[in-house]
């Protein structure tokens, strides 16, 4: 009974979080009867159970390749509509806005499309935007600034946006005002020590502990070795202890199978690698000397 009752308890919470969804969007899309296109996208804390239908309006979006193991990537950039809707298709236009980009075209993205459709009974659609993994992004984040241009279809909705008081689900700072006509796009590959990680380093910068000290170059390693990825070793419920025992098994033996054959892994100091179970020891900025 007491499962029954949570059950339909969390049914009825999803049904009056969608209807609050659906009014806010409602009330949007009447705005004045102004027949324009603003940026919607909306991200935030939680998921499941309806959580995403509170997230706030953003005026930014984050790519971050560490999160994954491709080398390329297409966000697609929800723009929304207010006024009626139509019975036919009508275009928007949207270009790349030169003084808030730092990316470059061709090499950190492709060309945007300048018009994008709004299909018919539709009351959104989506700019896809092309981003390209390159080296430089582990060092420097670049940016991509979007900008919606009105036409003989649209206007422009939301220059002076205010953020919604229902829509709160969010674990950064809420962005109480900003330009709903532009949107910035943040791209990097930045890697730093994910919250799961057995390993430090002791006096003198010995390493020492299941992994040793933290390396972009192992931990990349390790997803090689053991077909995960930077995301597996966020929390405790991917990266459990018998999984954080065998990576350290797999890669000691990969790391003194290397050593054995004469193409020993180095860090970048060039240091042997270390993690727990290999027959050497290393300290940072100490690099390896072969023996003669």
């Given at each position: 009974m007491?499962?029954?009752?949570?059950?339909?308890l969390?049914?009825i919470?999803?049904v009056?979080?969608?209807?609050?969804?659906?009014?806010?969007?409602?009330?949007?899309?009447?705005?004045?009867?102004?027949?324009?296109?603003?940026?919607a996208?909306?991200?935030?804390?939680?998921?499941?159970?309806?959580?995403?239908?509170?997230?706030?309006f953003?005026?930014?979006?984050?790519?971050?390749?560490?999160?994954?193991?491709?080398?390329?990537s297409?966000?697609?950039?929800?723009?929304?509509?207010t006024g009626?809707?139509k019975?036919?298709?009508?275009?928007?236009?949207?270009?790349?806005?030169p003084?808030?980009?730092?990316?470059?075209?061709?090499?950190?993205?492709?060309?945007i499309?300048?018009e994008?459709?709004v299909?018919?009974?539709?009351?959104?659609?989506?700019?896809?935007?092309?981003i390209?993994?390159?080296?430089?992004?582990?060092?420097?984040?670049?940016?991509?600034?979007?900008?919606?241009?009105p036409?003989?279809?649209?206007?422009?909705?939301?220059?002076?946006?205010?953020?919604?008081?229902?829509?709160?689900?969010?674990?950064?700072?809420?962005?109480?005002?900003?330009?709903a006509?532009?949107?910035?796009?943040?791209?990097?590959?930045?890697?730093?020590q994910?919250?799961?990680?057995?390993?430090?380093?002791?006096?003198?910068?010995?390493?020492?502990?299941r992994?040793?000290?933290?390396?972009?170059k192992?931990?990349?390693?390790?997803?090689?070795?053991?077909?995960?990825?930077?995301?597996?070793?966020?929390?405790?419920?991917?990266?459990?202890?018998?999984?954080?025992?065998?990576?350290?098994?797999?890669c000691?033996?990969y790391?003194?199978?290397?050593?054995?054959?004469?193409?020993?892994?180095?860090?970048?100091?060039g240091?042997?690698?270390?993690?727990g179970?290999?027959?050497?020891?290393?300290?940072?900025?100490?690099?390896?000397?072969?023996?003669?």
């Amino acid at each position: 009974m007491k499962i029954l009752t949570l059950c339909m308890l969390l049914k009825i919470v999803a049904v009056v979080t969608a209807l609050c969804c659906v009014s806010c969007e409602q009330e949007l899309m009447d705005y004045r009867g102004n027949e324009g296109v603003y940026f919607a996208v909306q991200h935030g804390a939680g998921a499941g159970f309806g959580n995403d239908r509170s997230w706030p309006f953003q005026p930014y979006s984050n790519v971050e390749f560490v999160k994954t193991q491709h080398l390329d990537s297409t966000v697609h950039i929800k723009v929304m509509i207010t006024g009626p809707i139509k019975d036919y298709d009508r275009p928007f236009l949207v270009e790349v806005n030169p003084d808030s980009t730092t990316a470059m075209l061709g090499l950190h993205y492709a060309a945007i499309p300048k018009e994008v459709i709004v299909p018919a009974h539709k009351t959104s659609a989506t700019i896809p935007v092309h981003i390209f993994r390159t080296p430089d992004l582990q060092h420097e984040e670049k940016k991509i600034g979007l900008r919606l241009r009105p036409n003989t279809f649209f206007g422009l909705s939301f220059p002076h946006w205010n953020a919604l008081p229902e829509l709160t689900a969010s674990s950064k700072p809420i962005i109480p005002t900003f330009d709903a006509s532009l949107h910035s796009i943040y791209i990097n590959d930045f890697m730093v020590q994910p919250s799961i990680w057995r390993g430090s380093i002791q006096a003198g910068n010995r390493e020492s502990g299941r992994w040793g000290a933290f390396s972009r170059k192992k931990i990349e390693l390790m997803c090689k070795v053991m077909n995960l990825s930077y995301s597996d070793f966020g929390s405790a419920s991917t990266m459990p202890s018998v999984l954080i025992a065998l990576i350290g098994d797999e890669c000691a033996r990969y790391l003194i199978k290397k050593y054995a054959e004469n193409d020993p892994v180095l860090e970048d100091d060039g240091r042997l690698m270390y993690i727990g179970g290999v027959p050497w020891t290393s300290y940072i900025g100490v690099p390896w000397v072969p023996e003669r």
